[in-house]
């Protein structure tokens, strides 16, 4: 029963009111990160195009809650009195440098720090697929919060990031200050609308069917169907040879599309009535609403979420505001050029 996974995840959250902070601290590792001399080579040539190269780079490692550890690769900037922490997740098949425009403007007012999730880039990439139950992953970001020395950080995520945003501010709002949610469903409605074969959202969700396969027939056809889309590319963020370093720290290591991949083996997919029943219990309404205030940012153009997962938001999400761009596409974080300024005025609503 995948319900389960969810009253699995109340049940840690009971557990983690009971650790102090110390006890969270004690598991936790902070240690300069040196990325690999070829990856350091061509970045510092500019053969890789010019990127910011003043951020702080770590290694957070922590504990999940087996007791495994874990390497998290973090970039940072702060100012001498930040105003609270900034976590920013990103989403498939990215990493931690998408958001380096952001960490650019809110490291000068706020602790401001980006990390490549697990199965992504440098930071660690078991083999197992179970180390990618969403669950299991917002544990770890609690843990990553403490580790950078807070009690609460305000989440932005988007695609897979924004996905563990939400289960956050379901099972983990003593952690969460607010969140920013980028292109991706809430998962109950998301759930919801995968239910019914014939929705327009189970038809733009047909690729997850090759992302979970491992047969050369699934990654062909999921290839094709990814590949398809380049407006990550139309933005100007990965203009000119910026490409190439996604490509060549991320995307060429075959090892790393396989780990990456393994957040779509990792979801209670397909759908099903016991996990997303029509009517919520009063229990089940408990486990999915999210406690924090919440931003979110929705591109009608994207084509991987249909406008129909937004149906029924305003019940699961009190603290809503819901910003819609008529024209924008999966890429919101960039091409909205109103983002950050959006993040900072709600950062302002939130924080004392």
């Not at 000068?108 to 490549?116: G, L, M, R, S, W």
């Not at 109950?188 to 959202?201: E, K, M, T």
């Not at 819609?324 to 993040?343: Q, S, V």
Request: aromatic share 12%.
């Amino acid at each position: 029963m995948r319900l389960q996974r969810l009253i699995i995840g109340i049940q840690i959250l009971l557990l983690l009111i009971l650790l102090s902070s110390k006890g969270m601290a004690a598991n936790c590792d902070s240690s300069p990160f040196i990325a690999p001399e070829t990856d350091r080579n061509r970045l510092e040539s500019g053969l890789t195009g010019k990127w910011v190269q003043s951020f702080d780079e770590k290694r957070l490692t922590i504990k999940d809650i087996d007791g495994n550890s874990w390497d998290y690769y973090a970039i940072e900037k702060k100012p001498e009195n930040p105003q609270g922490l900034v976590l920013f997740l990103h989403g498939f098949p990215e990493f931690a440098h998408a958001w380096e425009q952001q960490l650019e403007y809110f490291g000068n007012t706020h602790h401001a720090v980006a990390i490549d999730l697990k199965g992504h880039h440098y930071s660690s990439s078991p083999d197992n697929i179970e180390e990618y139950d969403f669950i299991e992953l917002a544990w770890e970001t609690r843990a990553l919060i403490r580790c950078l020395g807070y009690d609460t950080a305000t989440i932005v995520g988007h695609d897979f990031g924004g996905a563990l945003g939400w289960i956050m501010g379901m099972l983990h709002p003593d952690a969460v200050d607010g969140l920013v949610i980028l292109s991706v469903p809430h998962p109950y409605l998301f759930g919801r609308a995968l239910l019914d074969p014939n929705s327009d959202q189970a038809q733009r969700s047909r690729y997850m069917d090759y992302a979970r396969g491992t047969t050369l027939s699934d990654q062909l056809n999921f290839s094709k169907i990814i590949f398809s889309d380049l407006s990550i590319f139309e933005s100007g963020f990965y203009s000119g040879t910026r490409i190439l370093r996604l490509m060549l720290e991320n995307w060429v290591p075959t090892s790393r599309w396989k780990t990456m991949k393994h957040y779509y083996r990792a979801m209670p997919y397909p759908a099903n009535e016991q996990d997303y029943p029509v009517k919520l219990t009063a229990f089940q309404k408990k486990i999915y609403s999210v406690k924090r205030p919440t931003l979110f940012l929705w591109g009608l153009s994207d084509p991987y979420f249909a406008p129909e997962t937004l149906n029924g938001i305003e019940e699961l999400v009190p603290d809503l505001e819901l910003i819609i761009y008529p024209n924008g596409t999966h890429w919101l974080h960039h091409e909205a050029e109103d983002l950050n300024l959006r993040i900072d005025t709600f950062l302002s609503r939130i924080l004392p």
